[in-house]
């Protein structure tokens, strides 16, 4: 079926990107105010920076009964305990960590950092020390300043990154008529493509997230076809940034040409492109290998759990799986 909306009616006008941001704004918004609703019992607080734990491994190692006892009271899943440990071993780093650095802690495992850390926080303060209580309650208020901070820092950004957005969709509309058509031609994903290498390192986290906004919203309003759309801006995001010296090497034979080759073609022709490298190409072992070091680098190189991460990750799986089919079917 061809979608077709007309762009400067109710697309991409003001009061649609506005309705978009909106919706945006009151979901990051919401989530900070849950987070700070869980933190319901709180002790005494104190104003000088986070001191260190005199004993983090006893503490640690009582954090661990209490999380079995509390677990097993409520005939929790294992799942459910191993949850728990991460966010133990997290409050313990964060606990750890100078106040100028616990920014960049807090950034990393922003998707962490949500209504269950803050319960954790507060359930860990039954059986505490006074001190150990001092420290949790420092640690809450210091993370939800951190995080009512990066809410204002993506508010001011997502003026920005809306533009910027705005302008890669502009590119698949049609010149004359503003009007969208899916599935897009190879001339407009093309056009789309140029946008975004022309804006470079505009094209960053924040325009991500507003594409992930942007289709929950394009959803909720039944605009399927803007959502194929978005969902190519999202693709093309994905194999531009795998392709890049960030991800890659430089050099540009073997198997990392071969990926290079694979990330930078349309989806419809991932089968000819792959049919090629199997006949021709380095091998299976070297080019699955090839693929594991870029998702190695999506994983540890990246802020876990942004939406970047999850593009990029989620992008390199359908390769791989892609990939192996391919190799699977040839070998048959």
Same mark, same amino acid.
């Given at each position: 079926?061809?979608?077709?909306?007309?762009?400067?009616?109710?697309? @991409?006008?003001?009061?649609?990107?506005?309705?978009?941001?909106?919706?945006?704004?009151?979901?990051?918004?919401?989530?900070?105010?849950?987070?700070?609703?869980?933190?319901?019992?709180?002790?005494?607080?104190?104003?000088?920076?986070?001191?260190?734990?005199?004993?983090?491994?006893?503490? =640690?190692?009582?954090?661990?009964?209490?999380?079995?006892?509390? @677990?097993?009271?409520?005939? =929790?899943?294992?799942?459910?305990?191993?949850?728990?440990?991460?966010?133990?071993?997290?409050?313990?780093?964060?606990?750890?960590?100078?106040?100028?650095?616990?920014?960049?802690?807090?950034?990393?495992?922003?998707? *962490? @950092?949500?209504?269950?850390?803050?319960?954790?926080?507060?359930?860990?303060?039954?059986? =505490? *020390?006074?001190?150990?209580?001092?420290?949790?309650?420092?640690?809450?208020?210091?993370?939800?300043?951190?995080?009512?901070?990066?809410?204002?820092?993506?508010?001011?950004?997502?003026?920005?990154?809306?533009?910027?957005?705005?302008?890669?969709?502009?590119?698949?509309?049609?010149?004359?008529?503003? /009007?969208?058509?899916?599935?897009?031609?190879?001339?407009?994903?093309?056009?789309?493509?140029?946008?975004?290498?022309?804006?470079?390192?505009?094209?960053?986290?924040?325009?991500?997230?507003?594409?992930?906004?942007?289709?929950?919203?394009?959803?909720?309003?039944?605009?399927?076809?803007?959502?194929?759309?978005?969902?190519?801006?999202?693709?093309?995001?994905?194999?531009?940034?795998?392709?890049?010296?960030?991800?890659?090497?430089?050099?540009?034979?073997?198997?990392?040409?071969?990926?290079?080759?694979?990330?930078?073609?349309?989806?419809?022709?991932?089968?000819?492109?792959?049919?090629?490298?199997?006949?021709?190409? @380095?091998?299976?072992?070297?080019?699955? /290998?090839?693929?594991?070091?870029?998702?190695?680098?999506?994983?540890?190189?990246?802020?876990?759990?942004?939406?970047?991460?999850?593009?990029? =990750? /989620?992008?390199?799986?359908?390769?791989? *799986?892609?990939?192996?089919?391919?190799?699977?079917?040839?070998?048959?």
């Amino acid at each position: 079926m061809v979608f077709r909306s007309t762009l400067n009616s109710h697309l @991409c006008a003001p009061h649609y990107i506005q309705g978009v941001v909106r919706f945006q704004r009151s979901h990051r918004v919401q989530s900070v105010q849950q987070n700070s609703a869980a933190f319901v019992r709180q002790p005494r607080l104190v104003t000088s920076k986070v001191r260190r734990s005199p004993n983090l491994a006893h503490t =640690a190692q009582r954090n661990k009964r209490t999380a079995v006892k509390t @677990c097993a009271s409520k005939d =929790a899943e294992p799942d459910q305990l191993a949850e728990m440990a991460i966010l133990d071993q997290l409050i313990d780093v964060m606990i750890e960590t100078p106040e100028a650095q616990l920014p960049e802690v807090v950034a990393k495992n922003v998707m *962490t @950092c949500d209504q269950k850390f803050f319960m954790r926080l507060a359930a860990r303060c039954d059986g =505490a *020390t006074d001190d150990e209580r001092d420290q949790i309650a420092q640690l809450s208020g210091l993370v939800m300043r951190i995080l009512d901070q990066m809410v204002k820092q993506t508010e001011n950004k997502m003026g920005q990154s809306a533009e910027v957005l705005q302008a890669i969709l502009l590119a698949a509309a049609d010149e004359t008529t503003g /009007e969208f058509s899916v599935p897009l031609t190879q001339e407009k994903t093309d056009a789309m493509k140029k946008v975004m290498e022309l804006r470079g390192d505009l094209v960053d986290e924040s325009v991500i997230a507003n594409a992930y906004a942007w289709i929950r919203k394009s959803s909720e309003d039944s605009l399927d076809g803007m959502v194929t759309i978005l969902q190519t801006v999202l693709q093309l995001y994905a194999a531009r940034t795998l392709s890049s010296s960030k991800f890659a090497s430089a050099d540009a034979d073997g198997a990392v040409g071969e990926v290079n080759a694979l990330l930078g073609a349309d989806v419809d022709k991932w089968d000819t492109v792959l049919a090629d490298v199997v006949t021709n190409g @380095c091998g299976e072992k070297a080019f699955m /290998e090839e693929l594991q070091k870029r998702m190695e680098n999506v994983v540890l190189g990246m802020a876990n759990g942004s939406y970047s991460q999850r593009v990029l =990750a /989620e992008y390199l799986k359908e390769v791989e *799986t892609r990939a192996a089919d391919a190799f699977k079917s040839a070998s048959t």
